[in-house]
């Protein structure tokens, strides 16, 4: 997904790690992201489990070995999605860049491109009714969902919230995921993964309520 190049520090890339790089850009992914090893993976996963919002774990950026400053022009949810864009950009905007004697200027010309992509995008949803940020967050969210427990698109998501689960002697912070068919539950602390999926109709609801009045503590 193209993105409005957003200028950032080359010393904040410090949480991904370079896939692919060319002269004028270079394909990231989080660190962490499907690693299962490695300390700086397990701190980096830990640490965007518990948080609200995530960044997509792949990413584009528009860089120059001159300048301290990158861009990012896009980003994705798989390394499919991220590799398409790659694609793109070294068929058909890399053989224009490469024309210009000075890079800055074939970054001025590469950020221009990117940012008319977008509002091209963004032009053809004008009738539509824009999606608040909530709503932008939400979508991810599900989809983030659907990945995780391997759920078809079919099962729609209802709400989520930040949990912890109690198993074995500490609590495992995570997320647990309502949707309509099911309960399910996920943590990512230093390297140890808990999944959990339960359909609704498995589970049973055991009440209890105190007071003067109820005999027996009653429990229903």
């Known amino acids: 997904m193209w993105v409005k190049p957003q ?4 010393s904040n890339s ?8 060319s002269r004028f850009f270079c394909l990231q992914k989080r660190r962490g992201h499907g690693e299962k090893r490695g300390f700086g993976a397990m701190v980096v996963g830990t640490w965007d489990n518990i948080r609200d919002s995530k960044p997509r774990p792949f990413r584009i950026l528009l860089h120059n070995a001159e ?5 990012v022009v896009a980003s994705a949810a798989s390394l499919e999605e991220a590799r398409e864009d790659w694609a793109w950009l070294q068929e058909t905007l890399v053989p224009t860049l490469e024309t210009f004697d000075d890079d ?25 009714e824009p999606l608040d940020p909530e709503r932008l967050k939400f979508r991810e969210v599900e989809a983030r969902f659907h990945r995780l427990f391997n759920l078809p698109d079919q099962e729609k998501l209802v709400n989520y ?7 074995g002697p500490l609590p495992r912070h995570g997320w647990v995921y309502l949707s309509v068919n099911h309960l399910c539950f996920y943590s ?8 959990v999926v339960i359909r609704w109709c498995c589970l049973a609801v055991s009440l209890t309520l105190s007071g003067p009045y109820t005999p027996n503590g009653g429990r229903t």
């Open 7 to 10: 200028e950032m520090l080359v």
């Open 14 to 21: 410090l949480l991904w790690v370079t896939e692919t790089s």
């Open 67 to 71: 300048s301290d400053f990158s861009y």
């Open 104 to 128: 800055l200027q074939a970054m001025d010309f590469a950020q221009a491109k990117i940012h008319s992509l977008v509002t091209m995008e963004e032009s053809r949803h004008e009738g539509e």
């Open 161 to 167: 919230y930040a949990c912890a689960l109690w198993k």
């Open 188 to 195: 990512y602390i230093m390297g140890v993964e808990l999944c």
